[in-house]
């Protein structure tokens, strides 16, 4: 909503404007009155006018006086003006001073509200122009990251007259002509456990800490967050400017060797070439696929095309031995060969993700292959989150197999000898069946609670107590029949359904072929 002001000498002119028209419609709010130059002023010193619809011959100062004073007091004010002469001299200098428009008495009621809307949407224009203004000056660093990460992403297509017509639309200034050059920085893993909130409050920690290092070069970077544990640096490079490789890649082994101890992370930092914007695209994902790459060493700063270490393929190992280790209960020495294999091959082998994709299926395959002996649902025994975890993350780096590795074959070994105290196992089925003998229990469903196979488990239920787990849960039920049959007065129909039995008939018939009788003779009986 906006304020009005009219100021005229005539009291009868200002009753007549006031109304003239429906200034709510409008969008006035409040109508303020003056009937010279000195009251309008005292109304602007206790009011926000947006709007003066003022007289221009008035006594002692005129209207193009008080416009003169509201111009230089309160410049946002938009000023319309009424005369009863059509003097192009007046209009003039109205127009000179800074009036809206101007209006010949009388009025009629149209034109003053055309000359309102007029009023209104420029102010209106105006004031969403001053919002921009300072939404641009508070969130320009966020717009600033936005266009990199749309040139990044191809939001932005990579050629430079897309380049310049965005910075033009997003009043960006660069140099078209600018080059840059990418620094991945990527986290191979934290020391610490850290909630999310915990990670964005080190990330953002380790991007100030990185742009602090690199601004060393007196060059201006942008920090951008590219995934998660994932940054990415881009250095703008003037064209007159001499780029010293060693010098770079010198002030990140300082950053990465202060991000252990103040960060509680591993991390790697990939160094692009110096390219033109629209070959940055390009560029960042040849250094994300280097990181990719990259999974037996960290803490360290790699340059793009830098030769490998080893130019030697790694070769899988023979996993037959392993195999063997496992079959006999020897889970400790396989750890121990498994991570003797990987030290051996990161020393002497050039390692990459198809080789932990490969190694990572085919020790799983070893494992499954035990299990599967001793009668255990693998997929059932690793459905766990933390299973699930660690093997999603198993290709990522030697340290992450080897932790992955350690995990299953403990997790294995535990099982295994649990499960090989059979007496320890059938204890464990007699109570689920107990504590669910009123659940319309499959032989499946139960076995998938020990991540069992159902013949397995049938097996060693009848070594342990002679039945298998259908007669055992019959038995339960039909004990617990009995007990509610002699103590309660629940009607048979009750019992039958209390037990897991919901079909009367049926249940009468397993009660009188097990028990003897049928449940009315056996209460009646007791």
Known sequence: MYNLLIVDDEPLAVRGVKSAVNWDELGISDVFTAYNAEQAKNVFGSHFIDIMLCDIEMPEDSGLDLLSWVREHYPKTETIFLTCHADFSFARQAIQLGSLDYLLKPLPPEDLEN????????????RELAQYGRSWVQHHPLFIERFWLDIVNLVIPANLSAIQKAMEERKISYPIEMSVLPVLIHVQRWHKSLTLRDEKILEYGLKKAAAETLQNLQLDVQMLSLDRNEL?????IPNDYSLNINEIKNNLRTYVSSCYPYFY??????????????????????????????????????????????????????????????????????????????????????????????????FMQIVYFVLREKGIQAHKLFQDSRSIELSAGAGRSVVDMLNWIHHIVMKTMDYIQ???????????????????????????????????HPDYLDRLLKKEIGVSMKEYMLQERLRISQELLSKTDMPVTEVATYVGMNNLSYFTKVFRKYIGLNPSDFRKRG
């Open 232 to 236: 990415l640096a881009v250095l703008m």
């Open 418 to 452: 649990d499960v090989e105290q059979s007496h320890s196992v059938a204890d464990k089925v007699r109570t689920f069946i107990t504590k669910h003998f009123d659940q319309d229990l499959s032989r499946e469903q139960i076995a998938n609670q020990f991540y069992l």
């Open 115 to 126: 000359v309102m809307n007029k009023a209104i949407g420029k102010i209106r224009k105006e």
């Open 265 to 362: 992370c591993d991390l790697a930092c990939y160094v692009g070439d110096r390219v033109l914007m629209e070959r940055l695209p390009e560029m960042v994902r040849q250094l994300l696929t280097m990181q990719k790459n990259n999974v037996a060493y960290y803490n360290e700063v790699f340059l793009r095309g830098e030769q490998p270490r080893i130019s030697t393929p790694a070769a899988m190992p023979d996993m037959k031995l392993w195999l063997v280790m496992l079959v006999k209960g020897a889970y400790e020495q396989v750890i121990l060969e498994v991570q003797q294999f990987m030290n051996k091959t990161v020393q002497h082998s050039e390692i990459d993700v198809s080789f932990m994709h490969q190694f990572h299926h085919d």
